[in-house]
């Protein structure tokens, strides 16, 4: 029995779990790879090509699949896939094949939560706006959570937020017990789930438990700035400066400096104190795009990020009635990212969840990769 596989698919390390399956079963297989698309020839027995089709719903393909058919035919294409050197995680191929590491996870009932499992079709489309690709990821073997809009009609009459993380039913017992129901089943976060956020005409993983590269990502929330912690503490560091004094008495006569508490050393505590000095919000103002913005002093001496350099330069700048501000916030605080990351290690941190953050053409810096794997990566 002769069966054709074609996928279309931006993952080439794909192959490697089709080569894997088929090695696992011992069936006859070719698999040919050209322009991000595999042919897989089955000539074997129909049950061994029935039992390669219960594997195949294990790999993870659908956060990656674009299209994918079957046919009885040769296929045209005749450069075969070669493995050579993975570029997956030295376990993750084998923990595919032990249901992915994972054990179905028994979730947490709650009266309240971001996140919900469903079962009815109907409450899926009369609650969220969810098109046909989203629905797809919900049905795949890894049960993801996807952050989903709530439908204005729906979210007015049951008093909800504008987003929740919903996922399908895990397990045959609760599919059972939900798929009648009208109501959403509210759960405790998961600890071990698939988590993805919509953005765009893509998505995010925004927490992946398929991996351990996580532990190996430079973590940038783990980073730590010598910050002041009040307004007192600010204004000692801006007259250690040549002209700090004036500065300040300049900046105080035009703008209020109200007093603060920074309790936090990382940074997010460094963009607070940008907000707190430009009142503003940085992450909600850059753009979605690249956009030039004025030059803020980020400088790295014996000490770390020279911080008053840093407060004198965004103090100065609004004082001059510039321009795009945060926008130079932003982009010198990336490429201090990039200066720091010396071993060019993937990026993981929480800030994904902004869109500015990921779609920031700074990023296409080759120091700022964003990982695949660990916590954070958008795929076309």
């Not at 996807?146 to 397990?171: E, Q, S, T």
Request: glycine share 2%.
């Amino acid at each position: 029995m002769l069966i054709r596989y074609d996928f279309k698919i931006n993952l080439k390390d794909f192959g490697i779990f089709l080569s894997h399956i088929a090695k696992k079963i011992n069936i006859n297989y070719k698999l040919f790879y050209e322009n991000n698309e595999f042919s897989l020839e089955l000539n074997d027995e129909s049950e061994k090509i029935l039992e390669f089709n219960e594997l195949i719903k294990k790999v993870p393909y659908f956060l990656f699949l674009q299209d994918f058919n079957v046919s009885e035919e040769k296929s045209e294409k005749r450069k075969e896939f070669e493995i050579g050197i993975s570029k997956l995680p030295l376990n993750l191929c084998d923990e595919i094949f032990d249901d992915l590491a994972l054990k179905v996870q028994n979730y947490e009932k709650t009266n309240e939560s971001d996140f919900v499992v469903i079962a009815n079709y109907e409450l899926l489309q009369k609650a969220f706006v969810c098109d046909k690709n989203t629905q797809i990821l919900l049905n795949s073997y890894e049960k993801p959570f996807i952050k989903l809009a709530l439908k204005p009609l729906y979210k007015k009459a049951h008093n909800l937020k504008d987003f929740l993380y919903v996922g399908f039913a895990n397990n045959k017992d609760l599919y059972n017990e939900l798929k009648e129901s009208n109501e959403l089943y509210y759960i405790k976060k998961p600890e071990n789930a698939l988590i993805i956020k919509p953005y765009n005409d893509t998505f995010c993983i925004i927490q992946n438990p398929y991996t351990n590269e996580f532990d190996n990502a430079f973590n940038i929330d783990k980073l730590s700035f010598r910050l002041p912690k009040n307004k007192a503490s600010l204004i000692n560091l801006l007259k250690g400066l040549e002209h700090g004094e004036k500065l300040l008495a300049n900046y105080e006569k035009k703008f209020s400096l109200s007093d603060f508490e920074l309790v936090e050393d990382n940074i997010f505590a460094l963009i607070k104190l940008a907000n707190i000095i430009l009142e503003s919000d940085v992450l909600k103002l850059v753009p979605n795009n690249y956009t030039k913005g004025v030059s803020v002093d980020f400088i790295i001496d014996e000490n770390g990020l020279n911080i008053a350099k840093l407060i004198s330069s965004l103090m100065s700048f609004r004082l001059a009635n510039a321009a795009m501000i945060e926008v130079g916030f932003f982009e010198g605080l990336v490429k201090m990212l990039g200066n720091l990351n010396t071993d060019e290690r993937y990026i993981s941190t929480k800030l994904i969840e902004y869109s500015s953050f990921l779609s920031y053409n700074a990023f296409l810096n080759p120091h700022l990769k964003i990982s695949k794997w660990a916590n954070s990566e958008c795929f076309n």
